[in-house]
């Protein structure tokens, strides 16, 4: 594998449901991102990490929480999701937090 | 909160043309990124600009930046079907501590 990759590439839940996404990337990358990609709308980060911790959460509702378990791998754990939370979650990976960044295939996400 | 604006948000062209699209953003930064998202596909780096009259060309496509008039452009010379994408600007702010910010996205289709 190379570059960053991301499971599921498309999930349908329900509003009950309790999924997680997956990215990985394999550039040697300490810093790494949640960005979601909704119809019509900018991409909006969501979350940052860098050297596993976070250091960015821009208001993100409790129902999604991330999880960072070492440099490489970077999980979105989803729970009690609403209709509108549907949309492509994207994650990138940097080298630093000024290095440019690289992005995922994305989740193609669908809430029913 | 940056705004990052682009112009148009739809276009299209014949082949065989030319046409420019345009990034305005409201405050001062000299890093900004080109990206090109295929339908249903990540976003594929095309540019990084670094400084203030950075130009930067690849094929068809050309990018600048004139961070004075915060502003940058992508200019598409002779126009291939293949180019046919949706073009999103981004402004690194993560230098001052802020992040990301992603232009609406330009959709380009160029036809035959």
């Known amino acids: 594998e190379t570059g960053v990759t991301q499971t599921p590439r498309h999930l349908v839940m329900g509003m009950t449901n309790k999924k997680s996404l997956k990215c990985e990337q394999h550039l040697g990358h300490n810093a790494m991102y949640w960005y979601k990609q909704s119809a019509k709308k900018p991409l909006e980060l969501m979350f940052v990490y860098s050297l596993e911790e976070r250091v960015e959460n821009n208001s993100v509702p409790s129902r999604f929480s991330p999880e960072c378990p070492n440099s490489s791998h970077l999980f979105l754990h989803l729970h009690t999701l609403q209709p509108e939370d549907s949309a492509l979650y994207l994650c990138a990976s940097s080298q630093g937090l000024a290095g440019e960044q690289f992005f995922g295939p994305g989740t193609r996400l669908t809430v029913l | ?112």
């Open chain 2, 1 to 112: 909160e940056l705004k990052v604006e682009q112009n148009p948000l739809f276009l299209s062209m014949q082949e065989g043309k030319n046409y420019t699209i345009y990034c305005n953003y409201s405050t001062t930064s000299d890093r900004l990124y080109w990206y090109r998202q295929d339908p249903g596909k990540s976003l594929e780096s095309l540019f990084v600009l670094l400084s203030n009259g950075a130009v930067k060309q690849e094929g068809r496509l050309m990018a600048s930046l004139d961070t004075k008039a915060r502003l940058s452009t992508l200019h598409i010379t002779a126009a291939v079907h293949d180019l046919s994408a949706t073009y999103f600007c981004a402004v690194d702010m993560r230098d001052t501590g802020n992040q990301f910010y992603f232009g609406t996205g330009t959709s380009l289709t160029v036809i035959p």
